[in-house]
């Protein structure tokens, strides 16, 4: 059996509008790191995970929360892809998410989430 080394996208982003953390997870490599910059953990002290037993946490709570995902404005190459994820809790807040990734042999080498919420 060879081996994945061209990222689908449309895979990654489909997982999350169904909110499948797991199938998301897949797609890491062992030694990804995912950054995170919003309102809380602002950009000169951002959020920082690294690996997968980070990311998994935060893909489980990010999913398990309820609210729906939409995926728009997506964009990639063999390099990388990067997209637009709109959230919306049932409320009615919004989250706004725009995403970069890195690759590495097919598989996310580094992600950076910059994420905007509604003003309460």
Request: charged fraction near 25%; hydrophobic fraction near 35%.
């Amino acid at each position: 059996m060879g081996t994945i080394t061209t990222f689908d996208l449309d895979r990654f982003t489909r997982a999350a509008e169904e909110r499948d953390a797991s199938t998301q997870l897949s797609m890491y490599g062992p030694d990804a790191v995912v950054t995170i910059a919003n309102k809380v953990s602002q950009p000169a002290s951002p959020r920082t995970l690294r690996g997968r037993e980070e990311i998994k946490a935060w893909l489980a709570d990010t999913y398990a929360r309820d609210m729906t995902h939409k995926v728009k404005q997506t964009v990639s190459d063999d390099a990388g892809a990067a997209y637009i994820q709109a959230c919306r809790y049932p409320d009615g807040t919004n989250v706004l998410c725009g995403t970069v990734i890195e690759l590495d042999g097919g598989l996310i080498s580094r992600q950076t989430v910059l994420e905007v919420w509604d003003e309460a």
